[in-house]
């Protein structure tokens, strides 16, 4: 079956270590999303990449970095320089950066204590 | 960006019609209505999405006013399965990224 497998699905770490978080799709999209969600808020942009090797930053890239190697894996890192990491993350794919429709991984929940 | 208001929360009883709003004043010409729905602890799924004549398929239905300035997505038959939170969001054809508000979430009662 094709989709979007993030991992793990809870994750601890304690404050002060990097974590990565891993995406995998194998629906052939060219573009992937990360993105944050906060209890009973939205979603929120952090990194994107339309194509391999490359990326961009959303609107709270500060604290997380990314890397686009190949075009099924984009892993992000959350820093210690990310003041506020616990929370909710979502990684999606779109065939395109003009994609109409994303798809969305499970999600994987940091918790930082 | 254009953006949309939803109100914060709406309950329906099982089996009946739900209507979700969407305001939406300042949307442009060019951008796209799109709703998608989160489940609890998943990732949101798209569900629908148009840009001028009211759109169906097999999950739901989506009116679209004749000014564009509001449109609600329809569920014609509410089931437990249905409670989720439901963004409306507005986006140009291509290259713009969506952008997800607080949403609707929707309670489904037995």
């Known amino acids: 079956d094709g989709g979007i497998t993030q991992s793990p699905k809870y994750l601890f770490r304690k404050e002060g270590q990097n974590v990565t978080l891993s995406c995998e799709q194998n629906l052939n999209h060219d573009a992937m999303y990360w993105y944050r969600q906060d209890p009973g808020q939205g979603l929120r942009l952090i990194y994107y990449?339309?194509?391999?090797?490359?990326?961009q930053k959303g609107d709270i890239a500060e604290g997380y970095s990314v890397s686009r190697e190949k075009k099924e894996s984009f892993p992000l890192t959350v820093t210690s320089a990310q003041k506020n990491p616990t929370a909710f993350y979502l990684c999606a794919s779109s065939i395109s950066s003009g994609g109409w429709e994303q798809f969305f991984g499970p999600g994987t929940r940091l918790t930082v204590l | 960006d254009a953006k949309t208001t939803q109100p914060n929360s709406m309950e329906s009883n099982e089996e009946e019609p739900v209507h979700l709003p969407c305001n939406h004043s300042?949307?442009?010409?060019?951008?796209?209505i799109h709703w998608y729905r989160q489940l609890p602890s998943q990732g949101p799924e798209y569900v629908i999405h148009?840009?001028?004549s009211n759109v169906n398929n097999r999950m739901a239905s989506l009116a679209i006013a004749e000014d564009r300035k509001s449109s609600t997505l329809i569920l014609h038959r509410a089931t437990l399965r249905d409670a989720a939170v439901y963004y409306c969001?507005?986006?140009?054809?291509?290259?713009?990224?969506?952008?997800f508000g607080p949403g609707t979430r929707l309670s489904v009662l037995p």
């Open positions: 969001i507005l986006r140009e054809d291509y290259g713009q990224n969506f952008v």
């Open positions: 300042t949307i442009s010409g060019t951008d796209y």
């Open positions: 148009g840009l001028t």
């Open positions: 990449s339309q194509i391999v090797n490359d990326f």
